[in-house]
């Protein structure tokens, strides 16, 4: 993919997210928690913080939806796509969404760790591509993953600030 001087990238240094739509599976709270937890993650490594709106239009729009939901990329039952996301720009640029059709799980009981997924989704909604390292949260495919000591690897970290330096 192209070199990561060209690559899109949020400019302003806070940038504003909300979240539309939440899953059956986990509280709203959790969800609500989760997603702060996933976007720290990232914001922690370098110049930019994130500021959660609940009206108007923000930067990144996060949500759960099941088949098709009005972009391109309609999601495939349970299984296969867990969750997509638009890297940086206008509009969808930046918006994540996760596939309803999953089992939701806060990392203790069964199912998807919505932590592990949504930190590799805001990855991307920040302008990071896969990684083939499969210790990276942005490796393209999902590893059960211990949520109590889940962190960025140091590639994740290496390339967030190459992304956000060039
Ligand atoms: C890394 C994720 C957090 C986000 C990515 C999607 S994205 C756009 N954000 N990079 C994802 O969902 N990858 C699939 C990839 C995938 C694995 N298989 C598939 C079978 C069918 C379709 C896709 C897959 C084999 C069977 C396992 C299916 C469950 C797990 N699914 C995956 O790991
Ligand atoms: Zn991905």
Redesign the pocket.
């Known amino acids: 993919d192209l070199p990561s001087r060209n690559r899109p990238k949020w400019i302003s240094k806070v940038v504003t997210y909300r979240i539309i739509s939440y899953t059956r599976d986990l509280p709203r709270v959790t969800v609500d928690h989760l997603v702060a937890k996933a976007l720290n993650m990232w914001s922690k490594e370098i110049p930019l913080s994130f500021r959660r709106v609940v009206l108007g239009i923000p930067d990144i729009v996060i949500g759960f939806a099941r088949g098709a939901h009005g972009d391109f990329y309609p999601f495939?039952g349970p299984?296969?796509?867990?969750?997509?996301?638009y890297e940086p720009g206008p509009g969808l640029g930046g918006d994540a969404h996760f596939d309803e059709d999953e089992r939701w799980a806060d990392g203790r009981g069964l199912g998807i760790n919505f932590l592990a997924?949504a930190t590799?989704?805001l990855g991307?909604s920040l302008g990071l591509r896969?990684s083939s390292d499969p210790d990276s949260v942005m490796?393209?495919?999902?590893g059960a993953r211990d949520s109590e000591n889940f962190k960025l690897s140091p590639g994740d970290i290496r390339e967030i600030q190459e992304l956000k330096e060039k």
């Open positions: 495939d299984g296969g796509t867990l969750a997509h996301a997924v590799h989704e991307h896969h490796y393209p495919t999902y």
